[in-house]
Nanobody
Framework: QVQPVESGGGSVQTGGSLRLSCAGL?????IGWFRQVPGKPREGVAGIHRGGPNTYYDDSVKGRFTISRDTAKNTVYLQMNSLKPEDTAVYIC??????????????????????WGRGTQVTVSS
């Protein structure tokens, strides 16, 4: 199984925007974005089930982040707007199969994905 590959990370100032991409998804239809800060638990940011319009967001990013998919490019994106210093982290894409959107939601909440990327660094300065 091909490992998901993230790109698009970088450094921005508070209020700035970045768009992360996750490619190499193959046939997997449940995709999640997580973030990791050293010394803290991995945190679920956003998820999407490619079988339908269902998306999932952590409360800390609702209204600022948008997850979307490009079926033709087999890529999932995370558009991050109004970035804050507390958004600084390594952002990791995860992928798996899920029979329906509820199962995908459960995977997102439990971080129960089979395949994980290596991550891309996002740094937001004040």
């Amino acid at each position: 199984q091909v490992q998901p590959v993230e790109s698009g990370g970088g450094s921005v100032q508070t209020g700035g925007s970045l768009r992360l991409s996750c490619a190499g998804l193959g046939y997997r239809n449940c995709i999640g974005w997580f973030r990791q800060v050293p010394g803290k638990p991995r945190e679920g940011v956003a998820g999407i089930h490619r079988g339908g319009p269902n998306t999932y967001y952590d409360d800390s990013v609702k209204g600022r982040f948008t997850i979307s998919r490009d079926t033709a490019k087999n890529t999932v994106y995370l558009q991050m707007n109004s970035l804050k210093p507390e958004d600084t982290a390594v952002y990791i894409c995860a992928a798996d199969m899920a029979g329906n959107y509820r199962t995908c939601g459960d995977r997102f909440l439990s971080a129960g994905f089979a395949d994980w990327g290596r991550g891309t660094q996002v740094t937001v300065s004040s």
